[in-house]
């Protein structure tokens, strides 16, 4: 029997649900549960039946038994900082927030690991591994909100991916409830365990559609305190890519490597109020920021300068706030084009090779089929991961996104560097998976959740 929507939730499972957790934190009432119901973007939004707040694994559990039970499907929620819509309900399903799975966060300084609540957020564990000498190899601009369960869940990346890699690669171990209620996972674990199939690299990215994460056991990274920072002014994407090829190989210490182009620097300074970082706006901006135990300033400024003929402007600090402001040009970004508009958001990875064409066809296809629209890219050019933002579409428009994932598929690369799929890019998981992929993934969909319990509609259309 396939799972069922509805507007409200069954009586019987509303008592359960209570009895279980307390009235507390089971909410029906529309302005309790609004919060819970529109993503980040503004873009994707529906009606809940219900929200529910487990503080434990075992509630957790038997918040899925209950589900089950009744075929209620369920859309687990970490700190709703998503940007594809696969964190709100779409049709009547129950949230289970895990915002409340916060009470554990113990760092091992013998280890150099920590073990966290899945809703602990990524700010509080930053503070404990910096406590105690160590710092967290993933960073990302919501530090404040996003959470632990749902960076893993949607193998979030960041600023820090060249170094450190991907939120999967911090993962030790991991525990989670499945879809008809069963616990999985063992920790403590141990960085070393072959001991069969590894569960949690099949969780780590599966968006909350093979089980809810409730705790994780990660791996730290020495804390570099020291940081410099270089914003530089180019002239457009070709130059970028140079600029990458020349420092990548001769910074040690490099730490992220970003790009905003000269429309994305505009705005921040407009919509923010910023001042201007540099005297005109160049077509693109770089941000290098290399970090050790002592300053790095004297081997960026090395690097720096050996690129001179690549430059038309560029500002250098390593004190803490010259470096807070150096970044905000670039982690500002988002914020600002939600000031001035609901944004299609598209999250693309090509070859850096691959770059500067990507970057102009995305223009001509949006000139192409939204004159009326502004396409706004920045991202971390390290990677080859864009941000690829148009405002000025409708929330139903989806011609411009489906050209720009077919461009990225196109180039070489994906149509989802650290977003996720979600509901947004369902239809386009095809260009960039195979059908032997696909019928792999839907099969250990159909092994976890065999009653399609677990965030239906997330990565497969059904």
Not at 273 to 293: D, K, M, N, Q, Y
Not at 322 to 342: Q, T
Request: charged residues 20%.
């Amino acid at each position: 029997m396939p799972a069922t929507h509805t507007a409200e939730v069954p009586r019987d499972l509303h008592a359960r649900l209570v009895r279980a957790l307390g009235e507390h934190d089971v909410l029906t009432d529309p302005e309790l549960t609004a919060s819970y119901e529109t993503d980040w973007t503004r873009r994707f939004r529906g009606r809940a039946c219900a929200v529910v707040r487990p503080r434990s694994t075992e509630q957790v559990a038997e918040v899925l038994r209950a589900c089950a039970a009744s075929r209620v499907p369920v859309v687990p929620q970490g700190g709703n900082t998503g940007l594809v819509g696969g964190s709100v309900p779409r049709d009547g399903e129950l949230v289970l927030s895990t915002t409340g799975l916060a009470a554990e966060c113990v760092v091992d300084p013998a280890t150099g690991e920590a073990i966290v609540g899945a809703g602990v957020t990524l700010a509080r564990l930053q503070q404990a591994a910096r406590a105690a000498g160590f710092d967290f190899g993933v960073d990302i601009a919501p530090r404040e909100s996003c959470t632990i369960g749902g960076m893993v869940a949607t193998n979030a990346g960041g600023v820090h991916v060249l170094r450190h890699g991907m939120m999967a690669e911090q993962v030790i171990g991991l525990e989670a409830v499945l879809a008809d209620g069963t616990t999985v996972g063992r920790l403590p674990a141990l960085r070393k365990d072959n001991a069969g199939y590894h569960l949690a690299a099949l969780l780590a990215g599966s968006e909350g559609t093979l089980g809810v994460i409730t705790r994780a056991h990660l791996r730290l990274t020495p804390a570099l305190p020291a940081r410099a920072v270089a914003l530089l002014a180019v002239d457009g994407a070709e130059a970028a890519v140079e600029l990458v090829r020349r420092t990548r190989g001769t910074l040690a210490s490099l730490s992220a490597l970003e790009i905003a182009f000269g429309e994305c620097v505009e705005l921040v300074v407009e919509r923010l109020g910023l001042p201007a970082p540099f005297a005109s706006t160049p077509p693109a901006a770089v941000l290098i920021e290399c970090a050790g135990r002592t300053s790095p300033l004297d081997e960026l400024v090395a690097a720096v300068t050996a690129c001179d003929d690549l430059l038309r402007g560029s500002a250098v600090a390593d004190d803490e706030a010259g470096v807070r402001r150096l970044w905000r040009y670039r982690e500002a970004i988002s914020e600002a084009i939600n000031a001035a508009g609901v944004p299609h958001k598209l999250d693309v990875a090509v070859p850096l090779a691959a770059v500067p064409r990507f970057v102009a066809d995305v223009r001509a296809q949006v000139a192409a089929l939204a004159p009326h629209a502004q396409a706004l890219i920045f991202g971390h050019l390290g990677d080859g991961n864009l941000h690829v933002n148009v405002l000025g579409l409708g929330p139903e428009d989806d011609a411009v996104d489906r050209a720009v994932l077919r461009l990225a598929a196109d180039a070489g690369g994906t149509i989802a560097a650290e977003h996720g799929i979600g509901v947004a890019k369902v239809g386009e998981l095809e260009l960039v998976r195979s059908a032997g992929e696909l019928a792999a993934m839907r099969a250990a969909k159909r092994a976890l959740d065999p009653h399609g319990i677990l965030n239906p509609g997330v990565l497969f259309a059904s």
